[in-house]
């Protein structure tokens, strides 16, 4: 444990320097740079905000708009993330067979990097909130509590996934799947209530991703928080974290000799 | 004079041969119900076990194959032993395939962060040297490029500039002596043989000869993963010819 902090320490600034590179290559040879981090959100939010208002019938109860962007936001940086993170312990195998560096610096960057954007596009939701009206009340900090919840989440996922990633290839496929059914269990678009059912209650009430989702918007729209889902999101976030580590710190010795 | 900085002690590194790489998943399920997964175990290294002492020059001698790279690579940290211990002391620079840990799409001034915070340099310490580095490695124009469009001589000048930006206590050598063009090869060949006139501790791999005799002070033999000699320079070197 004391070593894991000594190496910390001496490589803070590698892990700097990746999430760095990682913000600066994505927007490197586009004309508009990071701001597409906030005109992307926009523009599908407004896409969906008129296919989900003119095409089929609305029954949110929230302003829509703001209700999409919410839940977008949060479930794009956590598939991004992860999705990022998978690949990164084999996208940096050059460096990793030839120098030493503590190797949970890949995955912890991608996700760190995604988080750093997402608090960025965080800037767009304020101005919408703003356009469309809302008043943020005292339970606006409450935000903070989903906001932990998901980044916590995410580095244990994506650890995890980096970890299986380099043994099986496949996975890389697997996940984008499996990305979008939480996509479509994560109520971005619709409303719970009109869908929900006694058979498919299970869905939403233990999907994390749906719990932080829904705390952040009650949050947002000035509700006191889903004290059960409050819970149990920072349970199985603390949890992937927990897991996350073992199994990458009990395989990485390995990494180097399939990669 | 007998400070040991460097134990290597019953080292043994077994690799996992498989016939075909079996790297996805629905390939791992068929294979481990028809029972096919079998590994062929290969070991690289075997018990081998020695000391270096502050200031010695070690050359590690072998035929292709014997193991040479797989301890330097386990010396230099990058690959976990399979038994055995390695300890040392003070920092250790290798200089191995220089220039790796380079992202393409950064140019060579970015990578100088980089690439010096992989090697655990800080901050403060890189942007000190940043100029040094780039006077050193004398790419010109070339250093706000972007590594892709560079040759492979002007990628191991830069790597070898920001590697040796430190004082190593020890330092790895893989037949590194001669990078880029003749002038350059000059210079890198002098900052080594300063450092070596310092009393830096240097493992060194090489076929040459010559470089050997004049530059060890020390050698040790491996041969399929077995040391089969160690003491002096000159002994090891008559041992490796011999074989």
């Excluded at chain 1, 444990?1 to 040879?29: G, N």
């Excluded at chain 1, 004309?31 to 989900?52: D, K, Q, S």
């Excluded at chain 1, 603390?238 to 073992?246: H, R």
Aim: hydrophobic share 45%; proline share 2%.
């Amino acid at each position: 444990m004391k070593l894991f902090f000594e190496d910390f320490k001496k490589y803070r600034y590698f892990l700097l320097q990746l999430v760095k590179k990682e913000i600066k290559l994505k927007y490197r040879s586009s004309y508009l740079g990071v701001i597409w981090t906030l005109l992307e959100p926009l523009l599908t939010m407004l896409v969906l905000t008129a296919v989900f208002t003119k095409l089929f019938s609305r029954n949110a109860v929230d302003d829509y708009p703001v209700y999409i962007l919410t839940g977008r936001l949060m479930f794009s940086f956590f598939s991004q993330s992860t999705t990022q993170a998978l690949k990164s312990v084999r996208n940096h195998s050059g460096m990793i067979k030839k120098v030493y560096v503590p190797k949970y610096m890949y995955p912890a960057a991608s996700v760190l990097s995604n988080y750093i954007m997402f608090l960025i596009s965080l800037i767009v939701l304020a101005i919408v909130i703003i356009v469309r009206g809302i008043r943020p009340t005292f339970y606006i900090f409450q935000a903070i509590i989903p906001l932990v919840t998901v980044l916590i989440f995410s580095l244990g996922v994506g650890m995890l996934l980096s970890t299986v990633a380099v043994f099986f290839r496949d996975l890389e496929y697997l996940w984008g799947v499996a990305t979008m059914i939480v996509m479509y269990a994560s109520a971005i678009f619709y409303n719970v209530e009109s869908v929900s059912t006694k058979a498919n209650e299970w869905m939403f009430r233990f999907n994390p991703v749906y719990a932080v989702i829904t705390n952040f918007r009650a949050a947002i729209f000035g509700r006191p928080m889903d004290g059960f889902l409050a819970w149990y999101s920072a349970g199985v976030a603390l949890a992937s974290l927990a897991l996350g580590a073992i199994v990458f710190s009990k395989n990485q010795d390995k990494f180097i000799l399939h990669l | 004079m007998s400070e040991t900085v460097l134990t290597v002690d019953n080292v043994s590194v077994k690799y996992r041969l498989t016939e075909q790489k079996v790297d996805n998943l629905k390939e791992y399920i068929i294979r481990f119900l028809k029972h096919q997964l079998n590994y062929k175990e290969f070991l690289a290294l075997d018990g081998v076990s020695f000391t270096v002492e502050k200031g010695d020059r070690l050359a590690i001698l072998g035929s292709n194959g014997a193991g040479k790279s797989t301890l330097l690579k386990v010396v230099a940290g990058v690959l976990k032993a399979s038994e055995g211990e390695i300890s040392h002391e003070g920092n250790i620079v290798p200089l191995l395939e220089l220039g790796a840990g380079f992202d393409p799409q950064y140019s060579g001034a970015e990578n100088i962060f980089l690439y010096g915070s992989m090697l655990g340099y800080s901050k403060d310490f890189i942007q000190s040297k940043f100029d040094e580095i780039v006077e050193f490695a004398d790419l010109g124009q070339f250093i706000n490029v972007p590594v892709k469009n560079y040759s492979s001589g002007m990628r191991a000048r830069l790597g070898f500039s920001i590697a040796t930006i430190v004082e190593p206590d020890i330092l790895i050598l893989d037949e590194v002596l001669s990078v880029g063009d003749a002038a350059f090869k000059k210079k890198s060949e002098k900052k080594i043989m300063d450092m070596f006139d310092k009393g830096t501790t240097v493992l060194f791999v090489s076929h040459n000869e010559d470089q050997v005799k004049k530059l060890c002070t020390k050698g040790i033999v491996l041969d399929h993963g077995k040391m089969i000699y160690s003491g002096s320079a000159e002994e090891a070197l008559n041992k490796y010819l011999k074989k």
